[in-house]
């Protein structure tokens, strides 16, 4: 399936690796949130704009599977697709390398606040609706 509704290109910077030299596993939830801000940002709503409206998405469960390490100066193409499961919207978002070979698949489940409360994320969904699958 390869409904991707959008890509971000990512470099392994030195601060990211073990001491091993490869990428330490809690930053690929690092490169997923960058990719989702990213995405929020070109739809049109960032993060602060959504803050200062009263919406504040919050993440509530992330899967990830990982499948290949990268290591110091590998480049990576982040992808995510965006579908609603009632309340929830859920973000597909897969890792890539240049070539092709999945590095990470994860299922992000993202619930909705509005003004502090737990809502059904009417406002998210028309702000994501060219998107939403």
Do not use: W
């Amino acid at each position: 399936m390869d409904n991707y509704i959008y890509s971000l290109p990512i470099k392994v910077r030195d601060y990211e690796v073990d001491a091993e030299g490869i990428v330490n596993n809690a930053n690929y939830l690092h490169y997923l949130e960058h990719t989702r801000h990213e995405f929020c940002e070109q739809a049109g709503l960032s993060f602060r704009e959504m803050h200062a409206r009263g919406l504040d998405p919050v993440v509530t469960h992330i899967d990830i599977r990982y499948l290949k390490s990268l290591g110091l100066g590998d480049s990576m193409v982040s992808r995510l697709a965006i579908s609603r499961r009632g309340p929830l919207f859920i973000f597909r978002q897969d890792i890539f390398t240049p070539e092709g070979e999945a590095v990470v698949r994860a299922t992000v489940d993202i619930a909705s606040f509005e003004n502090g409360r737990l809502s059904r994320g009417d406002a998210l969904a028309e702000a994501f609706k060219d998107y939403l699958s």
